[in-house]
């Protein structure tokens, strides 16, 4: 497969709007999770919530996909002038050459919770306001999105749990590498809802504090909010130097469990190795691997197994769910947007929260940000049903 180069990024999670914010509480070890107040929702857990998305106002023609899911997805799209970069694609290429992949695990769902609340107390009937094409569908979100920048290339949705908007990369560049688009608008947005939250906590999965992964007396998760783009294009002429790419990506799907990692992180270890085979690099090549790292005792325990099988011991690595809690369908996105940040600017985030180690995984966790030059970055996103997958990004080599 090719590598794409990456022409334009945005991230908006708790932790900040936009890229320069993101960094900046990367760099000073913020994190973005609080107690959950998250409308009514009664559960003893804390949240990475996005402050003022209810404030954002829909433009008239799209006001069939006003729910919490796409408002906060506009959000997003005006940070770190991504639809400017958009627009020099559409002149480049054309606006049916330009597609559309995006993931999410929830969708609109808040809107269907808000839908059941207000049936007709005779006959059941959902409010004649509550449109689930435009909100609650999984294609809601992206296209919407493919409305809010007029584009008219092939559009995707993808909805396979926690790594959504990881495959959403894979999606794009079997498109690209078939000659159907030249260049695609890839990430995912997943917003809090009442359904996750206790969901996750009748799975007993949320942590009571913030999340602490790979800490030897974490607890659970803590579930947050994002959005995260990135534009990705084919390249014909000279290569940018100071460009970020998209090297290689690796999926898998061991189904070992509906809810449950492989104990031995073999779906894992399947994602990374296909990926490192994609981008023609061997383990040594990577600098810095983001890891999944929910914070829970099983999947934390079976991803560092998969690590230290591939790469060792030495190979730094991180989770920044600690500073975002976990996105969900947004997380591959949203991280693989930090891991650019963290090419781009030479350091590894560390994540706010540390405590004692648990020893039993022997990888290389790093508990203070380090810098240095980086020149490749693996990023991993694992969701439920053993759907994995795995992402390399670089400087072009």
């Keep these: 497969m090719s590598i794409l180069m990456i022409s334009g990024v945005t991230a908006t999670s708790c932790i900040g709007r936009g890229l320069e914010q993101t960094l900046a509480a990367l760099h000073g070890r913020r994190g973005g999770l609080a107690p959950c107040v998250f409308r009514d929702v009664v559960v003893d857990t804390w949240v990475g919530e996005v402050a003022g998305v209810d404030d954002e106002e829909m433009d008239a023609d799209l006001r069939d996909f006003n729910c919490r899911n796409n408002r906060l997805a506009q959000l997003a799209l005006s940070q770190d002038g991504f639809t400017d970069a958009v627009e020099v694609a559409v002149g480049r290429w054309g606006r049916r050459r330009v597609g559309v992949f995006l993931g999410t695990s929830t969708a609109g769902m808040l809107r269907t919770e808000w839908a059941f609340r207000h049936r007709d107390a005779v006959n059941g009937q959902l409010p004649a306001e509550f449109v689930y094409a435009g909100t609650h569908s999984p294609y809601s979100l992206t296209e919407f999105v493919r409305r809010k920048l007029g584009l008219a290339g092939p559009a ?48 007993g999965l949320l942590a009571k504090e913030p999340c602490r992964p790979f800490n030897g007396d974490r607890a659970g998760i803590s579930i947050g909010e994002a959005a995260a783009y990135m534009l990705v294009e084919r390249v014909t002429g000279p290569q940018d130097r100071e460009a970020v790419w998209l090297l290689g990506v690796g999926e898998s799907s061991d189904a070992y469990h509906m809810s449950s990692p492989h104990p031995e992180g073999l779906g894992a270890r399947l994602a990374m190795e296909r990926a490192l085979v994609s981008a023609g690099l061997g383990p040594e090549h990577i600098d810095y691997i983001n890891l999944h790292g929910t914070g829970t005792v099983a999947n934390d325990a079976a991803e560092a197994i998969a690590i230290a099988n591939v790469f060792g011991t030495a190979t730094p690595c991180s989770s ?33 929260y540390t405590g004692p180690r648990d020893h039993a995984m022997e990888i290389n966790y790093i508990s203070q940000n380090q810098g240095g030059a980086i020149s490749t970055v693996l990023s991993n996103s694992f969701g439920f049903g053993g759907s994995n997958c795995s992402l390399i990004f670089g400087r072009s080599i």
């Design 156 to 203: 995707v949705a993808v909805s396979s749990a926690c790594s959504s908007s990881a495959k959403v990369f894979a999606s794009a560049q079997r498109m690209i590498d078939c000659g159907l688009i030249d260049a695609a608008v890839v990430g995912g947005v997943d917003s809090l809802c009442a359904t996750t939250l206790y969901g996750f906590e009748s799975l």
């Design 320 to 352: 920044t769910k600690g500073a975002t809690g976990h996105t969900l369908g947004a997380a591959g996105a949203l991280e693989a947007a930090i891991c650019v940040l963290s090419i781009q600017n030479g350091f590894m985030p560390s994540g706010p």
